[in-house]
């Protein structure tokens, strides 16, 4: 009956003790962030928290990018942990957070103790005007594509993003790019069923003339390919386009997936120059129907092709201003052209970006937007609502495709909703 009292007695005593005694020192704390454990060691000097550091972190790299590198700059500076979380990156900004609340109690330090205070939000300042030849909307693969395209041309671009990092949907993707690369996949043979895939294809009536002119295209190169070496695996951009038109049940345009296909190869080759290494094999992802899929060597998923562009930006020092936390609102007409953006800053402060040559809309689609998936689905028949997740940023709701609309641009094919249920929306 005594030992468990003792027992009590001296741990009451060691907790007041340690929460007497200012730590000093360095300690390890984790908490669950949005993929895994993050690490962190704190040190503190009599209490006051002089570093804090990420050890270990699985978090997607763009997305975490900006709370790993100013949360614990945030916290050091104000001593406190009342620090807002990034938005976009709630569970990685969470995760750091608590690590560093967990180092704390290891170091006998109550928490709480800095938790006083107001809040302390991340913020960073915008123009609110800005004139350039170009503006582009959204920080996706596309439009820092078209950035750096137009930027290499000469052209002052403004590039706006409406999260607190780049990336889209491009971040988050498996990577895997589709391009016919005959050299690549000779490496590898030919099934009896690819075989019989391009002979079926061949013995298909056309629907249109452009698909006339692809067969035969595709039928001269065939021939002279199973001439030379029948098992060797056969690739070719007519292919590449025959088949994404036969898996689209024809009703896409030909003229855009032939463009698509024959650029395609091009793609490969300017993301090779700007320092994206491939796989020196070719693979076939899930919902392909070819392995032409092509996969960076130096990146995993989609995140190579947002740093290497970024990276472009940098190192040949074109005239790309990205503002992030930046949301077009709507498009500024005038005489007929769309002139420019109107937009919301950081800090709900109205933009207006003038653009002399044009806007670049690649705002992406509308995957997490339930209302806009219902009023324009075909294929589920009203079966999109919210009890169906989706894998795609929560920021890609759609609202660059109802600005441009109603600025005059048409809408075709948005029906077409592709579902793939291969991963968990959840994490
Ligand atoms: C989980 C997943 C895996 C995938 N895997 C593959 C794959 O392996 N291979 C493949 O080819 N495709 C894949 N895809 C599809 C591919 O990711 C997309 O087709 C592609 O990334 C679209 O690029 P984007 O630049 O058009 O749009 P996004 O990359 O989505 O970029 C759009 C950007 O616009 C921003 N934006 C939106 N509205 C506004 C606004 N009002 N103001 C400012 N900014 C705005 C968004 O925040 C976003 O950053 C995958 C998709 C998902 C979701």
């Known amino acids: 009956m005594i030992k468990p009292f003792a027992v009590f007695t001296l741990s009451a005593f060691a907790l007041a003790c340690t929460s007497a005694l200012a730590a000093t020192g360095t300690y390890q704390g984790k908490a669950l962030g949005h993929n895994a454990e993050v690490e962190v060691a704190v ?4 209490d006051k928290i002089t570093n804090v550091q990420i050890l270990k972190n699985f978090e997607t790299p763009a997305v975490s990018e900006l709370p790993k590198k100013v949360i614990p700059q945030m916290i050091v500076d104000n001593q406190s942990l009342k620090v807002d979380r990034i938005s976009g990156a709630t569970f990685s900004s969470m995760a750091i957070l608590n690590a560093v609340k967990d180092a704390l109690k290891k170091a006998g330090v109550d928490p709480q103790k800095y938790m006083q205070g107001s809040r302390i939000a991340y913020k960073v300042s915008v123009p609110t005007k800005t004139d350039s030849d170009v503006v582009v909307v959204g920080g996706g693969g596309a439009g820092l594509s078209a950035a750096v395209a137009a930027a290499r041309k000469g052209a002052k671009v403004v590039l706006i993003e409406k999260m607190s990092f780049l990336g889209g949907n491009t971040v988050l993707a498996g990577g895997a790019l589709n391009a016919s690369d005959p050299a690549l996949e000779a490496k590898q043979k030919m099934s009896a069923g690819q075989r019989k895939m391009v002979e079926d294809l061949l013995k298909e009536e056309p629907k249109n003339e452009q698909q006339a002119k692809l067969l035969a295209s595709l039928k001269k190169q065939w021939d002279e390919a199973i001439k030379k070496d029948p098992d ?11 088949q994404t038109y036969k898996a689209g049940d024809y009703v896409a345009d ?5 463009k698509l296909s024959k650029l395609a190869p091009a793609t490969v080759e300017r993301l090779d120059k700007m320092g994206l290494k491939w796989n020196d094999f070719s693979s076939q992802y899930v919902g392909a129907i070819w392995p032409r899929c092509h996969d960076a060597a130096n990146y995993t998923s989609g995140q190579g092709y947002i740093d290497t562009f970024r990276h472009t930006i940098e190192k040949e020092k074109l005239p790309v201003t990205i503002l992030l936390q930046t949301k077009a609102d709507e498009l500024i007409k005038k005489d007929g052209r769309v002139v420019g953006v109107k937009a919301t800053g950081p800090n709900g402060e109205k933009v207006t970006l003038n653009a002399k ?3 670049i809309m690649t705002s992406g689609g509308f995957g997490a937007n339930v209302e806009m998936r219902q009023k324009f689905d075909k294929l589920w028949g009203g079966k999109l609502g919210k009890n169906i997740g989706t894998t795609n940023s929560r920021a890609i709701t759609g609202e660059g495709i109802l600005m441009a609309e109603k600025a005059g641009a048409g809408l075709v094919d948005m029906g077409y909703i592709q579902l793939l249920p291969v991963t968990d929306p959840e994490n």
Do not use: R, S, W, Y
Request: glycine share 4%; aromatic share 4%.
């Open 43 to 46: 040190t503190l000097d009599n």
């Open 232 to 242: 060797i695996l056969f690739d070719c951009p007519e292919l590449h386009a025959l």
């Open 254 to 258: 030909l003229a855009l997936i032939d």
């Open 357 to 359: 040559k044009g806007v």
